[in-house]
């Protein structure tokens, strides 16, 4: 089971647009792609999913690459309170396969 | 707050011995599952249940246990416990199995158990 490949950590001023990439090279045809955050000290929450068209919630936007081998999460205008470790996860056989994520900075 | 509650918050013991983590799922989710997360770490999977039958396992030790009872709240038991084992044990609930053709079967994390094996 391949997991997804995200950076790190990343920085983002506040107020400003936050593009969050994900690699999921070996994503099967019928996996969709779900993104968790979660905040310190807190369990994980849900944010958003898709399988091959970009989707939008009150939360964020998901932008899945034409070939689906990576996506990205959008945020429009991030806040303090959207400081997080952003995990991209693959399902397969509905189960949830967890990356690392990747830490968001928000600077004031 | 997500409607999933876990006790107890915080737990500390020692080697070898043996504890119970319990969860409560949210009203009307059929599925729980637990998770262990050690330190600066993504989650791993360990084991789900639905409607008291156990239907996925991921990567649990043979020294954990779990199990879903007639009134859906589930036990995760860690027996023989060391160091490593040391870690935050998560526990979500869903609507279904995630199985059904319901595709993304959000799923709800309770609070978490923070584990220190002394």
């Known amino acids: 089971d391949a997991k997804t490949t995200q950076p790190n950590s990343m920085e983002s001023n506040e107020e400003e647009p936050v593009h969050l990439p994900c690699n999921h090279s070996t994503i099967s045809g019928t996996d969709y792609i779900h993104w968790y955050r979660q905040l310190p000290s807190q369990g994980p929450e849900y944010v958003i999913h898709?399988?091959?068209?970009?989707v939008n919630n009150r939360m964020a936007s998901l932008a899945i690459a034409e070939d689906r081998k990576s996506s990205t999460l959008i945020l429009h205008r991030a806040t303090l309170r959207d400081a997080a470790v952003y995990y991209c996860i693959r399902s397969s056989n509905y189960q949830l396969i967890w990356g690392a994520g990747t830490k968001l900075i928000i600077k004031p | 707050d997500s409607g999933v509650t876990q006790t107890p918050k915080h737990l500390i013991t020692a080697t070898g011995q043996r504890v119970t983590l319990r969860c409560s799922p949210r009203s009307g989710d059929l599925s729980v599952y637990w998770y262990q997360q050690s330190l600066d770490q993504g989650l791993q999977f360990l084991i789900q249940?639905?409607?008291?039958?156990?239907?996925a396992k991921g990567n649990i030790l043979e020294r954990f246990s779990a199990q879903q009872f007639p009134d859906l709240h589930s036990e995760l038991n860690l027996s023989s416990l060391e160091l490593g084992d040391s870690a935050l044990y998560f526990c979500?609930?869903?609507?279904?199995?995630?199985?059904?053709?319901?595709?993304?079967?959000?799923?709800?994390f309770g609070p978490g158990t923070r584990l220190t094996v002394l």
């Open positions: 249940y639905y409607n008291g039958e156990e239907r």
């Open positions: 979500a609930s869903s609507v279904d199995s995630g199985t059904s053709g319901r595709r993304n079967n959000e799923q709800f």
């Open positions: 898709g399988l091959t068209s970009n």
